[in-house]
């Protein structure tokens, strides 16, 4: 099951309840070869990355890019986050090794489906450029994130696995008590890792 969630409709409550529910749904089932591939190749894609960037980018936030931080229960709780992306290597060696956004609201929210059911949803709610995605349940330390990148004025996303292009594929951990990261390993565009940091908005 896929369900894509715009930002004016998510709701609900992450819990651990839901993190039990959450896990009858498998990604694997839902996840295009493609993607399934990228997300097999994440820690080349943090080697390969971090191998372009500056060291003095990196020991800024050595929580943030180290590549083994993952703490248990790693779902956010639902509610409004703000969030930022980091860009990390260049694809082919063209273009910026490391760049940073500004600061974005985000949304974690929950909907019931059924059947004991509970779909988890992560949403970038402003910008140009909005991840909108299904987070499922994978272990104890880390979820999967699958989506699509809403773009410009468009109002609702396309649904995922429909265009190559815009489908999205991550990592999400918990690295400290109220901090969280979506590692996207080859993006399909500029970069060859993108991290998305995730705070309480309050």
């Known amino acids: 099951m896929m369900v894509m969630a715009c930002g004016s409709t998510v709701v609900g409550a992450g819990s651990a309840s839901a993190d039990r529910a959450q896990s009858s749904l498998d990604w694997r089932r839902v996840a295009t070869p493609a993607?399934?591939?990228?997300?097999?190749?994440?820690?080349?894609?943090?080697?390969?990355?971090?191998?372009?960037?500056?060291?003095?980018?990196v020991a800024r936030d050595r929580v943030l890019f180290d590549p083994d931080r993952s703490l248990v229960d790693p779902l956010p709780p639902a509610g409004a986050y703000r969030c930022r992306t980091y860009k990390l290597g260049a694809r082919a060696g063209i273009g910026p090794t490391f760049t940073i956004s500004g600061w974005f609201a985000c949304r974690i929210g929950a909907s019931d489906e059924g059947d004991d059911e509970r779909v988890v949803s992560l949403v970038k709610l402003d910008g140009s450029q909005r991840p909108v995605g299904t987070v499922f349940a994978d272990t104890d330390a880390r979820a999967i994130f699958l989506g699509t990148m809403e773009l410009g004025d468009e109002t609702r996303p396309l649904r995922y696995?429909?265009?190559?292009?815009?489908?999205?594929?991550?990592?999400?951990?918990?690295?400290?008590?109220?901090?969280?990261?979506?590692?996207?390993?080859?993006?399909?565009?500029?970069?060859?890792?993108?991290?998305v940091e995730l705070v309480p908005a309050t």
Do not use: C, H
């Open 35 to 57: 993607d399934r591939a990228r997300l097999r190749g994440w820690r080349t894609a943090w080697v390969d990355a971090l191998a372009q960037v500056d060291r003095q980018e």
């Open 161 to 195: 696995g429909r265009d190559a292009n815009r489908d999205m594929a991550g990592l999400i951990e918990r690295i400290a008590a109220k901090r969280w990261r979506v590692v996207l390993p080859y993006p399909k565009f500029e970069s060859l890792l993108d991290v």
